[in-house]
Nanobody, 124 residues
Framework: QVQLVESGGGLVQAGGSLRLSCAAS????????MGWFRQAQGKEREFVTA????????YVSGSVKGRFTISRDNAKNTVHLQMNSLKPEDTAVYYC?????????????????WGQGTQVTVSS
């Protein structure tokens, strides 16, 4: 029952950077985990990265390891995704999600609240 509002998406050239943010409202920003997922045109939604309530540990997909960093600011009820060295294959709609209870960090079914999604397009 948390509303998540994303910002920061857009169009960027390959090798560039974007910073996505997700602000929570509706109730206190707490819970088990926050995650980012993405869905490219014609493909299934896939896990990108996740972070625990305390900020550690974090989990990241091998396809973005070393390029993307997730962070969480509980005082500001905000989670961020710093995206560096972007590639055309990173083009997708990116969704932030919140899990209020224990589950799998990697499965979308285990998250309770979702943002509206924001388009990230990386040109070659």
């Amino acid at each position: 029952q948390v509303q998540l509002v994303e910002s920061g998406g857009g169009l960027v050239q390959a090798g560039g950077s974007l910073r996505l943010s997700c602000a929570a409202s509706g109730r206190t920003f707490s819970g088990y985990a926050m995650g980012w997922f993405r869905q490219a045109q014609g493909k299934e939604r896939e896990f990108v990265t996740a972070i625990s309530w305390s900020g550690s540990p974090t989990y990241v997909s091998g396809s973005v390891k070393g390029r993307f960093t997730i962070s969480r600011d509980n005082a500001k009820n905000t989670v961020h995704l710093q995206m560096n060295s972007l590639k055309p294959e990173d083009t997708a709609v990116y969704y932030c999600a919140a899990a209020d209870r224990p589950g799998s960090y990697f499965r979308g079914q285990d998250y309770d609240s979702w943002g509206q999604g924001t388009q990230v397009t990386v040109s070659s």
